[in-house]
């Protein structure tokens, strides 16, 4: 077929372009919904559009036509998605409809191809761009998905910016839950000269049947299941009561034998290489699969192509489901009306409500979709209770009815209707002012009073709240003249007088940087040229210097917190049990685990630093230094991936750890300075790669392939995803698994744990009485075993590498630095390549001698 960009006409016919458009979706089977048609003609007239129609209603075939015109005209398009995954999967789809060389992306960590004429990107970078740039922004059209993010009270000025800052814009706002618009759409034809048209109202080319149950849970889905309304997503409110659900679910038939069967086939060879993997493996040859943020992206991926394969019919997962995940559903199931929502337990408001629900029924394959609430629990067994009592009054007097726990907030039959009929609730501006908006204003040159006045005064804020951000822009501005990062100067203006230019008798204060802001300054990782400063602040000759730069850099990361939550916990426990030995008192105690927090390496030394940096640089102080230690710990446990997942109980949020992980990869890999790459610092960074990949790889090669311009993922892609590249391959990241194999029984020798290492080499015959018989022989020489500075050097350890194996001799460092006891062991290439870590076999523990 010919690709959109050839149907095109050169040059720009309005009516032209949109026969081409039509003509391309025709050909490939799609017929626009009359919302879509009409929104397509608008933006071939110029116009702005307003989209809020329901889900289901092809939202994302109006963004490809809009980008699609604004190519036909030469000009420079820009998409915004809330969050990075939805940028990115936008990316890919995008480039397979109108080429790698004409997409981008920026997405705060990673940028490719930026100066394409189409750039997806998060609404954050769109709107810092417009901040620096002005009117003069090379920005002709922005399609601005998920726009109800505008009422995000944290990140809702992202939305509003670019509104405000880019006049000559074609604007096309996108969402399923926008509420009246009216008043936004007048704003913005004043501020664009557009006509701008509200397309709403539109019904559902599926349309939505809603139900009460009352019944137990397990009971609604067997319905469900028996009358056809499968696939069927039962929504959850925390990741935790979703895979309990999922679990609970086994224990009904939810496919048949040779549906079994089909699952098993599909599945074929997936790695499950995981704690959770194993769980999920489970579920979903019983038909039931899982989906939320915190799982692995293979893991989700692999979900979303069994259900698009009609292969699962039941989905656990949370609400996130509203925001394009491709999950392909009929049955919307809400176990619950309420949810917390970071401060309290509430209702779900109106807009969350129809974002959920609006995921039912799937256009081109089911003609109705259903949205089934579920009664409280305690609900559910009364009703039953009164069942079983049948007529009979005696029974029915008797009966003790449940109460809803203290402290419940409850849901009811006409509070779900309630929600139903209402429309989502009108969108609140939430506007707000930070150093780095009104640096990247001044940085913009021209008149800056007159341009910052313009962002508080000429919003969508109510004047009480303009007049708020005045005095919030004014004291910013007062800090930077206080650090001398801008300066005033007294500029006469000109007048012509007599035909001769004089100057006039009024001159004007020009606001100038004292600086040079970075090229992309807010738009990528805003903490990155601290860290690059703070390198200098450390001992290249250091035994820690590799993982102190590890260290630097992970301070300036978002912090993972199920991590951070989790290590704080540990923390305090073995805090509590070392308090209680001393015999400190319960009230002291409990005052003195108030410090107890994460682990902060390098803590005193960065806060220090980045107080001193903030005073020449404030804008700094928008964002928040966070010392910690992940990928630190992994290393320093010398634990591997499921390792350090079971040790910490992150299963639930496996995915989220791995993320974390990347970003630290990448953030490696893109700021630390070739020069400060030392020896052993290059071989964590390579270790810290290959462990990402090896257990999902598609977060590094995605990555990588956007920075090459490489091709995108399909849905058509195979359910097995691509085997990452054999461990061993990497010779030096392979190195640093070994030795942090061996090091990790270093660590667990020097605790005289011979139970835990004959659970890890039992298999190779090295078993617990084996491991406490050679411990008693070296500790009856040496009073300790050291595991700290260079135990774990290279200098401690003798690799030699033969065919389909390798020999491994771990040193001991023991008091008296005799160096004469050591671990030997086999590393089996073979095994190792499958199982994608080093496959260690230990054979001894005794005397060099």
């Excluded at 880019?166 to 706002?173: I, T």
């Excluded at 009815?401 to 849901?411: A, C, D, L, Q, Y």
């Excluded at 005033?488 to 035909?499: C, K, L, Y």
């Excluded at 590498?801 to 023991?814: F, H, N």
Aim: proline share 5%; charged share 25%.
């Amino acid at each position: 077929m010919p690709s959109l960009l050839d149907a095109l006409p050169t040059p720009y016919d309005a009516d032209a372009t949109y026969d081409a458009f039509v003509g391309w979706a025709s050909d490939r089977g799609l017929s626009l919904y009359p919302a879509q048609d009409e929104a397509v003609i608008e933006l071939v007239s110029g116009a702005n559009v307003i989209l809020s129609t329901p889900t289901g209603t092809g939202k994302s075939l109006v963004a490809i036509a809009a980008h699609a015109i604004a190519l036909a005209q030469g000009q420079r398009t820009f998409y915004t998605a809330p969050i990075k995954a939805l940028v990115s999967e936008k990316f890919f789809a995008l480039v397979e409809i109108f080429g790698a060389q004409n997409v981008g992306m920026v997405t705060g960590d990673s940028s490719v191809n930026a100066d394409a004429p189409i750039i997806c990107c998060t609404a954050e970078i769109l709107a810092n761009l417009a901040l620096r740039e002005g009117a003069d922004a090379r920005v002709d059209q922005v399609v601005m998905d998920e726009f109800h993010f505008y009422a995000d009270p944290d990140r809702g000025w992202a939305w509003q910016v670019p509104l405000l800052i880019l006049p000559s814009v074609q604007f096309v706002l996108m969402s399923a839950t926008l509420g009246d618009m009216q008043p936004l759409a007048d704003d913005l034809s004043r501020r664009t000269g557009r006509e701008t048209s509200l397309i709403t109202g539109v019904e559902r080319p599926v349309p939505l049947h809603y139900s009460w149950a009352i019944t137990p849970i397990h009971e609604t889905v067997e319905d469900l299941l028996s009358t056809g309304q499968a696939p069927i997503y039962i929504v959850h409110f925390s990741q935790a009561a979703a895979l309990e659900r999922a679990q609970a679910m086994t224990s009904i038939k939810v496919v048949s034998r040779e549906q079994r069967d089909q699952i098993a086939e599909a599945i074929g060879d997936f790695r499950f290489t995981t704690v959770f993997g194993k769980t999920l493996s489970r579920l979903i040859r019983s038909g039931i699969g899982v989906h939320h943020a915190g799982m692995l992206p293979k893991y989700r991926r692999l979900v979303e192509q069994l259900a698009q394969r009609g292969l699962l019919r039941v989905i656990c997962g949370t609400d996130t489901l509203g925001v394009g995940i491709n999950v392909p559903i009929r049955t919307v199931l809400l176990t619950q009306l309420t949810k917390f929502d970071g401060t309290r337990m509430r209702q779900l408001t109106a807009r969350e409500f129809h974002q959920i629900a609006g995921r039912a029924g799937r256009a081109g394959f089911d003609t109705a979709g259903t949205v089934v609430a579920q009664a409280p629990e305690h609900e559910s067994d009364n009703a039953k209770m009164v069942a079983k009592a049948g007529d009979d009054p005696k029974k029915l007097r008797k009966l003790v009815r449940k109460k809803p726990p203290e402290g419940f907030v409850t849901w009811s039959e006409s509070s779900f209707e309630r929600m139903i009929a209402a429309e989502p609730e009108l969108l609140t501006s939430n506007m707000r002012m930070n150093h780095a908006m009104i640096l990247n204003v001044i940085a913009r040159g021209g008149d800056v009073f007159s341009n910052v006045r313009h962002l508080v005064e000429d919003n969508h804020e109510p004047r009480p709240k303009q007049r708020e951000l005045a005095r919030q822009a004014l004291a910013i501005y007062r800090t930077l003249r206080t650090a001398e990062i801008v300066e005033e100067h007294r500029v006469a203006d000109t007048m012509i007088v007599d035909g001769e230019e004089v100057e006039s008798f009024e001159d004007r204060i020009e606001i100038r940087l004292t600086v040079d802001l970075q090229a992309n300054f807010a738009l990528n990782q805003p903490l990155s040229p601290f860290a690059v400063a703070s390198f200098d602040l450390l001992d290249r000759e250091s035994p820690t210097y590799a993982l102190d730069m590890i260290s630097v850099l992970e301070a300036t990361l978002d912090n993972p917190r199920p991590i951070l939550s989790q290590q704080q916990f540990m923390a305090r426990g073995e805090a509590v049990a070392a308090m209680k030995a001393e015999g400190i008192e319960y009230d002291q105690r409990m005052e003195l685990l108030e410090e107890v927090t994460w682990p902060k390496p390098l803590d005193e030394l960065l806060t220090a630093a980045f107080d001193m940096y903030r005073a020449s640089q404030p804008w700094i102080g928008d964002f928040e230094l966070s010392p910690k230690s992940a990928v630190r710990d992994l290393y320093e446990r010398a634990m591997t991936f499921a390792d350090f997942v079971g040790f910490y109980g992150l299963a639930r949020s496996e995915g989220l750890v791995l993320r974390y992980l990347s970003d630290a990869y990448r953030a490696t890999r893109q700021t630390i300075p070739d020069d400060a790459k030392t020896d052993e610092l290059l071989d964590l960074i390579e270790w810290l790669g290959e462990l990402v990949r090896q257990v999902d790889s598609s977060l590094i090669d995605e990555w990588e392939a956007m920075t090459n311009g490489a091709d995108s993922a399909t849905s058509s892609e195979p359910v097995s995803p691509p085997t990452p590249a054999s461990v061993v391959t990497n010779a030096r990241a392979f190195r640093v698994l070994v030795r942090n194999e061996m090091f990790r029984r270093v660590q667990l020798a020097a605790r005289d744990d011979a139970v835990a290492l004959g659970e890890l080499d039992a298999a190779a015959g090295f078993d617990e009485q084996a491991w406490g018989d050679a411990l008693d022989r070296y500790f009856d020489e040496h009073e300790t075993m050291s595991t700290a500075g260079d135990a774990r050097g290279p200098s401690m350890i003798e690799i030699t590498e033969l065919p389909g194996s390798w020999q491994v001799r771990q040193v001991i460092a023991d008091p008296a630095e005799n160096h004469d006891w050591a671990i030997s062991a086999t590393v089996d290439l073979a095994e190792s390549a499958a199982e994608g870590v080093a496959v260690v076999r230990v054979s001894a523990f005794d005397r060099l001698d």
